[in-house]
């Protein structure tokens, strides 16, 4: 038998993402550095990834404290750790079977949705979060990353045997994984374009655009929206999401809403407003009819737990009798790692005034905070100072996702080479300047345009090191991304970055 032809069709069809090769590439050159093959540079600037702490933004010391004393009980009652992380441990550990995370002969499995005492402080959460509008703990499901939720909602929503198939309106760019999901339940993106001109702005009237292009293609059902957005930066105001409920509302679309960087904004003008707070606002018949789905992370944000998956689900307005096979598909899977589930808790209850690891958390959390809006300006000025670059302001989430503006012959020699011309010249920024970032056509992109993506939240001198490097490099054709040490300027005259490099390579 051949695996190959068994295979469903829609998984066998999912295209590799270019920056697979990428990826690999970052690491055999971070090898051969190990092994002391010569290079322009010691060693790779990786802002690919949207993992804070593999960029090395330090863990806060609160909750790993209160995590070692959960690993380790004996920590408990020691005097090593400060007594509100104790008492948080024992807390947690209370809810666990065995009073363990995993002891012996017992796995502290929990409920399939959730340790309870946790998930009522979920929505505890929620509630403080918007305003006192209602959340009941019944429609909360505690998952293994927003991710995996996702993706097990919308194997409700996508009939796989239905003809045409079940489309998914997505925007464009889009968070890459999200659409792959959509792609292997063999449902069909129906993208939207959010308007990089005014700030990638979601319009309403482009996603009328985009459901009349759906028509005799597949059945939309869903409208997937993410806020703040992810690869663009952009925060959506109250007055758009009302717009996106009343369009749903008149679609008869589900609402999958991402907001798993609501706790990073930093636009002078933006502010975290939740759908779930909108809707909530807009009363009947929207608050009582339309369906939403709304997913935060420990991963994201300023916790930045990525590798302990934890992430939650709350869905309004379902019918009882869906919510009872919702309930079913995620049981499966027994229940989400018992840490992420300590991790959502810790997000959404930090020490408060008065205790003890009070004062330092608010230092840690600060600091994170100041040093994202100070490389977002930074960024933004350099990036828009360099020759064939621009980008719009990033108000929140954790990327820039800058436009590059490429000679017409490198876009040629790129599709020569079967790749796009946004991979060829990050391949190129990889190998000559030793930077990874990701290339725009892995999250989408309007037909034409090309871009990169990587990572702010980073610390400051790893952001400068960025911004700095090529002007250290001995040989000129490696420059990239830089600026005066001295002056703190940018260098006006900017004849050896990698850009102009490669723009003079392909040059008509």
Same mark, same amino acid.
């Given at each position: #038998?051949?695996?190959?032809?068994?295979?469903?069709?829609?998984?066998?069809?999912?295209?590799?993402?270019?920056?697979?090769?990428?990826?690999?590439?970052?690491?055999?050159?971070?090898?051969?550095?190990?092994?002391?093959?010569?290079?322009?540079?010691? $060693?790779?600037?990786?802002?690919?990834?949207?993992?804070?702490?593999?960029?090395?933004?330090?863990?806060?010391?609160?909750?790993?404290?209160?995590?070692?004393?959960?690993?380790?009980?004996?920590?408990?009652?020691?005097?090593?750790?400060?007594?509100?992380?104790?008492?948080?441990?024992? #807390?947690?550990?209370?809810?666990?079977?065995?009073? &363990?995370?995993?002891?012996?002969?017992?796995?502290?499995?929990?409920?399939?949705?959730? #340790?309870?005492?946790?998930?009522?402080?979920?929505?505890?959460?929620?509630?403080?979060?918007?305003?006192?509008?209602?959340?009941?703990?019944?429609?909360?499901?505690?998952?293994?990353?927003?991710?995996?939720?996702?993706?097990?909602?919308?194997?409700?929503?996508?009939?796989?045997?239905?003809?045409?198939?079940?489309?998914?309106?997505?925007?464009?760019?889009?968070? &890459?994984?999200? +659409?792959?999901?959509?792609?292997?339940?063999?449902?069909?993106?129906?993208?939207?374009?959010?308007?990089?001109?005014?700030?990638?702005?979601?319009?309403?009237?482009?996603?009328?655009?985009?459901?009349?292009?759906?028509?005799?293609?597949?059945?939309?059902?869903?409208?997937?929206?993410?806020?703040?957005?992810?690869?663009?930066?952009?925060?959506?105001?109250?007055?758009?999401?009302?717009?996106?409920?009343?369009? =749903?509302?008149?679609?008869?679309?589900?609402? @999958?809403?991402?907001?798993?960087?609501?706790?990073?904004?930093?636009?002078?003008?933006?502010?975290?407003?939740?759908?779930?707070?909108?809707?909530?606002?807009?009363?009947?018949?929207?608050?009582?009819?339309?369906?939403?789905? &709304?997913?935060?992370?420990?991963?994201?944000?300023?916790?930045?737990?990525?590798?302990?998956?934890?992430?939650?689900?709350?869905?309004?307005?379902?019918?009882?009798?869906?919510?009872?096979?919702?309930?079913? @598909?995620?049981?499966?899977?027994?229940?989400?790692?018992?840490?992420?589930?300590?991790?959502?808790?810790?997000?959404?209850?930090?020490?408060?005034?008065?205790?003890?690891?009070?004062?330092?958390?608010?230092?840690?959390?600060?600091?994170?905070?100041?040093?994202?809006?100070?490389?977002?300006?930074? =960024?933004? $000025?350099?990036?828009?100072?360099?020759?064939?670059?621009?980008?719009?302001?990033?108000?929140?989430?954790?990327?820039?996702?800058?436009?590059?503006?490429?000679?017409?012959?490198?876009?040629?020699?790129?599709?020569?080479?079967?790749?796009?011309?946004?991979?060829?010249?990050?391949?190129?920024?990889?190998?000559?300047?030793?930077?990874?970032?990701?290339?725009?056509?892995?999250?989408?992109?309007?037909?034409?345009?090309?871009?990169?993506?990587?990572?702010?939240? +980073?610390?400051?001198? +790893?952001?400068?090191?960025?911004?700095?490097?090529?002007?250290?490099?001995?040989?000129?054709?490696?420059?990239?991304?830089?600026?005066?040490?001295?002056?703190?300027?940018?260098?006006?005259?900017?004849?050896?970055?990698?850009?102009?490099?490669?723009?003079?390579?392909?040059?008509?």
């Amino acid at each position: #038998m051949s695996v190959l032809k068994e295979m469903r069709p829609n998984v066998r069809n999912m295209k590799q993402l270019e920056c697979i090769s990428l990826a690999r590439r970052a690491s055999q050159i971070k090898e051969e550095l190990k092994q002391g093959v010569r290079k322009p540079y010691k $060693e790779v600037i990786d802002v690919f990834w949207g993992d804070p702490h593999t960029a090395g933004v330090k863990p806060l010391s609160f909750v790993r404290q209160v995590f070692a004393a959960c690993l380790y009980p004996q920590l408990v009652d020691s005097d090593k750790l400060p007594v509100d992380a104790r008492q948080r441990a024992q #807390m947690l550990l209370k809810g666990c079977a065995g009073g &363990s995370v995993g002891k012996g002969c017992v796995c502290s499995y929990t409920a399939s949705a959730g #340790m309870p005492e946790i998930v009522q402080r979920v929505s505890e959460f929620i509630t403080r979060r918007d305003g006192g509008a209602p959340s009941y703990p019944e429609n909360i499901y505690i998952s293994s990353g927003s991710q995996w939720a996702l993706t097990n909602i919308l194997n409700v929503l996508v009939n796989r045997k239905a003809s045409p198939r079940t489309g998914v309106l997505t925007p464009s760019p889009s968070y &890459s994984v999200s +659409t792959l999901s959509i792609m292997e339940l063999g449902a069909a993106i129906v993208p939207y374009d959010l308007n990089e001109e005014q700030g990638w702005e979601l319009q309403v009237e482009e996603l009328h655009r985009a459901l009349e292009s759906a028509k005799g293609v597949c059945n939309p059902v869903a409208l997937y929206v993410i806020n703040p957005g992810n690869p663009t930066g952009h925060v959506q105001s109250p007055k758009s999401m009302q717009e996106v409920i009343r369009f =749903v509302s008149e679609k008869r679309l589900f609402l @999958l809403a991402d907001e798993v960087y609501q706790d990073c904004v930093y636009g002078e003008k933006s502010e975290f407003v939740s759908y779930k707070r909108v809707l909530s606002e807009m009363g009947p018949p929207f608050s009582d009819t339309v369906e939403l789905a &709304s997913f935060h992370s420990a991963s994201r944000g300023i916790l930045g737990e990525c590798g302990l998956r934890g992430g939650y689900v709350e869905l309004v307005n379902l019918d009882p009798a869906v919510m009872k096979y919702i309930y079913k @598909l995620f049981s499966k899977d027994s229940c989400a790692p018992v840490l992420g589930q300590f991790a959502l808790d810790l997000m959404m209850n930090p020490p408060q005034p008065g205790d003890p690891s009070y004062p330092l958390y608010c230092v840690e959390t600060q600091h994170i905070r100041t040093t994202l809006v100070k490389n977002v300006k930074r =960024v933004f $000025e350099v990036v828009n100072s360099l020759p064939g670059f621009c980008s719009q302001p990033v108000e929140g989430g954790a990327f820039a996702f800058p436009r590059l503006h490429l000679p017409p012959k490198a876009i040629q020699k790129a599709k020569e080479m079967g790749m796009h011309p946004d991979v060829f010249y990050c391949i190129r920024l990889l190998e000559e300047a030793g930077v990874f970032v990701g290339p725009g056509s892995q999250y989408g992109q309007k037909e034409g345009t090309h871009h990169i993506r990587f990572c702010i939240m +980073t610390p400051e001198d +790893t952001m400068e090191e960025l911004l700095r490097r090529p002007d250290q490099l001995s040989n000129p054709v490696h420059a990239g991304f830089f600026l005066n040490k001295g002056t703190k300027k940018i260098r006006a005259s900017f004849h050896t970055s990698i850009y102009l490099q490669f723009n003079n390579s392909f040059k008509q």
